[in-house]
């Protein structure tokens, strides 16, 4: 970087920099004349304050004079008429100075102690006889009231019916031992109005006997627009004066000059100043361009010397050449770069002006004129041309080149610039594709059941095999060119067709083999099992490749076999239809089987209860009888007055053990027909209570008793008290009379003595585990799996349902909600668990649960 250039910013960051600092200087000066004019307009305020409120002092001080002297009056004078008062305030009432009659007014308290207006002039709101003692502003003054007072005070501040704030001003004193005051009303607004117009405004507060001061003139807000408050504060008349003066615009000493020279100044030498300092730094900007752009000039054309060397450099390293001729029949050469070496076998130096030979004479005969027309043809419009042709070396080689140029002009010469390429390479590859491209058209059209075509992405064909106009029926010629939807798709296939086609150009994935249906030409529809993949084409463009298999026969006969499944469904509909009605009427048969065994397991507890009841009631009449005999035999006696005392002692002891027999069997008759009532009432219903279960299965088996009274059988159980169960105690009861009905029956066969024993296996707070079992012969192990089972019985034609087990398992799974095994018991005998939830499930509406 040269000195100047370093130079140039420095010369612009010093003239921003006195810029600022003479911009700094201008407002520093224009604040100093403010600050000087706003300090003498206060000055002169204060001094224009002080003077206003003096004037309002005299003004007040013209009102304490009068009180004062009309005070004398009354001091002076043992005795004053209306006629002197009315003197006396005539001459006190001109020496005001404001040009208004002053009001004064005379009261005093009375023998009844009220404060009364004596004498009055000039005030109508206050004629004499008026009592005064409901006015605080004056009533409260009479505590200053002594011999020694010589002052006035001013009373209390009120506001009349308007709004607005007035005072008494009073001398308070004691006239013949009354308590009296000399008085005139204060009217603030008559007050401020005697004061000139001098551009200040004033707001008045007054601070009474130590309250809070109150604004009887303005408020405690300042003037809107006023430049400053000047606050002066008095001790008058027993009151505290807050006089605030808002000093406005249009005040007589406003410095407006001195405002606007400081205005001018800050202002006008800023844009002065702004302007001068933009005229130096664009002066100085338009040298340093100018210095810049010889600079620039110098190295342009040092630059353009070194660009020319490196053209040079450049073209002659080119694997082409580059080339300028004359346009004539020879195409003169005038310039060759290096490359023609390696493309003719001849030297630049021997094409150049025809030295050797022209560049004419290399080029094939039969290229020569196509060469030379289009070449003439594309200098007429002087545009740029491009032309494929082969030349011939000196060594006989044969080479295909390319060349672009253009017609230039260099002063009244027009001449050919241009650029040779070697395209041998290119050309031997092109052959050898259009030979591969052959061979896959001869693959693709000799294809004999595979349907081959191409499309582009929007479905267009851009190849047809044989194969394909066999399937479809359209020739490649009435095909290439034409959207699928115009003679093959329908609108919503073809739509289907080319977002598949858009989806493979996404993922550049193969789409699996899919079903696609086809209009044929002679208006038939056939299927097709077609697979797409994607393929490059030309100009980098995506082509896309179709393979079709007819499938139209398979799907023949899919469709046949789709109807005979049809069929053979509406055949399986029927047949379940049958079953699920026979399956209905089974399970009807089996409720009715069901309820019968209920009925006559209730049968059973019927003809139980009725052996049972047979005992207690035989005695009961055996007893009976004996007694009334007893009877007969004791009237006797009796009506024959031979009974001794001993015959009455033996009667009476017979009667009482006659009715303890009775009553002794009446209550077993009794207990059996409760406990006979409750089972039957459970056993016949599904109502679901709260239960305890030591008392239940006592109860069942009580009513079971009579069945093993006389045989060498005996129950044992072994439960816990107080076993709450929230279930149906009916289905629980028919479950033991089940189980034991099936013991008696099965276990214990050639009368042999067996035990049954019920306990309580396990007990917890969701459910209890209930153990049947007897030591019976037992079940055998091959028919374990089946005692579930309905109508299975070994007792067939024995008078055996098969149902009890059934039974028991449904009711336990399916009303009480608990699970029943059956589990190999302790040797010989069977062993049966009851799993019971505490609470069982709410009744469900089916007809095992009824």
């Not at 299975?792 to 149902?803: D, E």
Request: glycine fraction near 6%.
């Amino acid at each position: 970087m040269s000195f100047r250039s370093r130079l140039y910013p420095l010369l612009r960051l010093a003239i921003l920099l006195l810029t600022l600092a003479l911009c700094v200087a201008c407002f520093v000066c224009a604040a100093w004349l403010e600050r000087s004019a706003n300090q003498a307009q206060y000055a002169r305020a204060q001094q224009d304050a002080q003077r206003t409120t003096s004037l309002l002092n005299g003004w007040i001080d013209t009102r304490r004079q009068a009180l004062r002297g009309m005070a004398a009056l009354f001091i002076g004078s043992d005795d004053v008429d209306a006629h002197e008062f009315a003197k006396a305030a005539d001459a006190l009432q001109n020496s005001a100075d404001d040009g208004n009659r002053l009001p004064l007014a005379y009261a005093e308290v009375d023998q009844q102690r009220k404060l009364r207006i004596v004498y009055s002039a000039g005030l109508e709101q206050l004629p004499p006889g008026l009592d005064v003692s409901d006015k605080p502003a004056l009533t409260q003054t009479l505590q200053y009231a002594t011999e020694e007072n010589r002052s006035t005070r001013l009373g209390p501040l009120f506001t009349t019916v308007l709004g607005d704030w007035r005072a008494y001003h009073v001398y308070p004193m004691v006239h013949h031992d009354r308590h009296s005051l000399v008085l005139t009303p204060i009217d603030f607004v008559s007050m401020v109005d005697t004061l000139p117009s001098n551009g200040m405004l004033l707001r008045l507060a007054i601070s009474v006997d130590g309250e809070p001061p109150r604004f009887v003139f303005g408020d405690d807000r300042r003037a809107p627009g006023s430049l400053f408050t000047i606050p002066v504060r008095q001790s008058r008349v027993g009151a505290t004066w807050y006089w605030y003066w808002d000093v406005l615009p249009g005040y007589v000493g406003d410095q407006w000059y001195v405002h606007s020279l400081a205005n001018l100044i800050r202002y006008g030498g800023l844009v002065a100043l702004l302007s001068l300092c933009m005229a130096a730094l664009i002066l100085l900007e338009l040298y340093a361009r100018s210095q810049r752009r010889e600079a620039e000039l110098a190295q342009a054309h040092a630059k353009l010397e070194e660009s020319e060397h490196h053209y040079r450099t450049l073209v002659d390293q080119m694997p082409g050449t580059v080339f300028r001729c004359r346009i004539d029949p020879d195409w003169t050469m005038l310039y060759l770069s290096p490359g023609i070496v390696t493309l003719t076998g001849l030297q630049p130096e021997d094409l150049v002006h025809n030295r050797s030979r022209s560049f004419n004479s290399l080029i094939h005969p039969d290229d020569q004129g196509p060469v030379r027309h289009k070449v003439q043809y594309a200098l007429l419009d002087e545009t740029p041309y491009e032309v494929e042709y082969r030349i011939q070396s000196p060594d006989g080689r044969t080479r295909w080149v390319y060349e672009r140029g253009r017609a230039t002009h260099i002063g009244m010469e027009r001449y050919v610039d241009g650029v040779l390429l070697d395209i041998s390479e290119r050309k031997e590859a092109e052959t050898q594709r259009e030979n591969a491209i052959r061979t896959l058209r001869a693959i693709i059209n000799n294809t004999p059941n595979v349907a081959i075509q191409g499309y582009d992405p929007d479905g267009r064909v851009l190849f047809w095999n044989h194969a394909s106009e066999k399937l479809f029926g359209w020739s490649e010629e009435e095909a290439i060119g034409q959207l699928a939807s115009d003679f093959m798709f329908t609108e919503v296939d073809h739509h289907n067709f080319v977002g598949v086609l858009h989806h493979i150009a996404a993922t550049g994935e193969a789409t699996e083999p899919t079903e696609w249906p086809v209009q044929r030409r002679d208006g038939t529809q056939a299927w097709t099992l077609s697979t797409q993949f994607a393929i490059g084409l030309e100009d980098d463009k995506t082509g896309f490749v179709c393979m079709d298999v007819d499938i139209t026969v398979r799907k023949q006969y899919e469709d046949e076999l789709r109807r005979t499944r049809d069929r053979l469904e509406e055949s399986v509909v029927e047949r379940t239809r049958e079953l699920s009605e026979a399956n209905d009427e089974l399970k009807h048969a089996m409720h009715q089987l069901v309820q019968s065994e209920k009925l006559a397991s209730l049968g059973n507890l019927v003809a139980g209860i009725a052996h049972e009841l047979n005992t207690p009631l035989g005695n009961t009449v055996t007893v009976s009888s004996t007694l009334r005999q007893k009877v007969a035999e004791f009237e006797t006696l009796l009506n024959e007055n031979r009974l001794k005392r001993s015959e009455l002692g033996s009667f009476v002891a017979t009667c009482t053990e006659a009715a303890m027999l009775i009553e002794k069997s009446a209550q077993r008759a009794s207990e059996l027909i409760s406990n006979f009532k409750q089972v039957a009432v459970d056993t016949a219903s599904t109502r679901r209570r709260d239960f305890d279960l030591k008392q239940t299965v006592e109860e069942v088996l009580s009513t079971l008793r009579p069945q093993f009274k006389h045989s060498p059988h005996q129950v044992m159980t072994d439960l816990p008290a107080n076993v709450h169960l929230q279930s149906y105690p009916g289905p629980l009861e028919q479950i033991i009379t089940n189980l034991v009905t099936n013991s008696l029956t099965h276990a214990f066969p050639d009368g042999r003595a067996g035990t049954i024993r019920i306990s309580m296996a396990d007990v917890n707070d969701n459910q209890v585990q209930l153990v049947y079992e007897d030591d019976g012969i037992g079940i055998p192990d091959a028919l374990k799996r089946r005692v579930f089972d309905p109508f299975f019985t070994t007792r067939l034609g024995l008078g055996g349902s098969g149902l009890g087990l059934y039974i028991v398992y449904n009711l336990v799974h399916s009303v009480l909600g608990g699970r029943l095994e059956l589990s190999p018991g302790e040797g010989a005998g069977v062993r049966f668990i009851l799993t019971l939830p505490r609470i069982a499930p709410l009744p469900q509406e089916n007809p095992t649960h009824d």
